[in-house]
């Protein structure tokens, strides 16, 4: 049994959910997940619908232990995905059935009711495959999936998987026989995923409208870190008059609209010299990724690709700023590496 590949048991944050150890309320909140007859049908713990349908919400001593056993086992990643807005346990995602000597593991992931059809699976998928990729020597990621659960198989591709064969008749269910389909994800497969994605110059005649929305926004983020409206107006105003005197922005700063493959816009990201104009510091000064777009990948991609395009103009490092609620974008930046170099704190007094 090997003990290197996950002893660190990390927390991925996402827009949508959170991965963690499991925690005893965790465990609690899995019974039900465990017991969703939707559950225990496309994971092949039964073989009838019936059997499906009445399995009780509770879990034994034995299973209660095996929850308990997972944060010392090396050899698997056991994550509970925690959905932000509820705080709820709604699933499981897994690594296991770990070969070291070849650099493989298999995949599992199972979400019940209260996670499903929002992108919760797509983004906790993404999330634990980034972390497999970034932190250890796993080249192959592998899984199986009956042929009767499209979703998965959504899912499963649109994180990189790639279908690679089909065992014939190897599940039966209500006296029905399905195949079951292998898929894997290699290291190499994920690479290139940047080359897909693609940062296109802002338009000229887009530039009045994306300069008022990005005053806007930032003039927002200023009264939600406590500056006054006066001031965050004045602020945003300044900065952005600033960089962009012209209604176009001067040497050394540009935007970029970020497209997927189809060249449809996704968001967009501002990169350029930071606030004391040095040609070898270099700043992100705005991303964002439209809501119908996050959670898969596009903002890793273009933070990447900016970090090329700073390279390119002689930047040494390249910085940015967060706020300390944002927990989704700053788990995204340690994830490429980025580090706390300074801290700002407030404490906020309750009226008497």
Partial sequence: MSTSFFTRKPILQGDLVVLRPFTENDVEDMAVVLADPEVRHLTGSVRTTEEASNAPAQLSPEVRQWY?????????????????????????????????ADACCNFRILIGAAGRGRGIGTEATRLVLDHAFATTALNRVELEVFAFNPRA?????SAGFK????????????????????????????TPSRARVHLVPLAA?????????????????????????????????ETLDRVFPARAPVDG?????????????????WVGRDQEGKDDSWWIWDILIHPEHRG??????????????????GARDLGLSVFG????????????????????????FRPD
């Fill in 68 to 100: 308990a056993s997972l944060a010392a086992r090396g050899d698997r990643l056991d994550l509970a995905i925690i959905e932000r807005t509820t705080g709820s346990c709604v699933g499981e995602v897994v690594l296991n059935e770990l070969n070291e």
């Fill in 153 to 157: 198989l959504h899912v499963y591709e």
């Fill in 163 to 190: 279908v690679e064969g089909r065992l014939r008749q190897t599940f039966t269910f209500d006296d029905q026989r399905f195949d079951t389909i292998v898929m894997s994800v290699l290291r190499g497969d994920r």
């Fill in 205 to 237: 005649d887009r530039f009045p409208a994306w300069l008022e929305q990005s005053r806007r926004e930032y003039e927002t983020d200023l009264m939600a870190a406590g500056e006054p409206a006066d001031k965050a107006r004045h602020h945003a105003e």
């Fill in 253 to 269: 700063h540009a935007v970029f609209d970020i497209t997927d493959e189809n060249r449809t816009r996704v968001g967009y990201i």
């Fill in 296 to 313: 898969k990948g596009f903002g890793r991609a273009a933070l990447e690709l900016a970090e090329e395009h700073a390279r390119s103009e």
């Fill in 325 to 348: 609620s944002n927990q989704a974008a700053r788990g995204l930046y340690e994830s490429l590496g980025y580090e706390t170099v300074t801290a700002t704190m407030r404490k906020r």
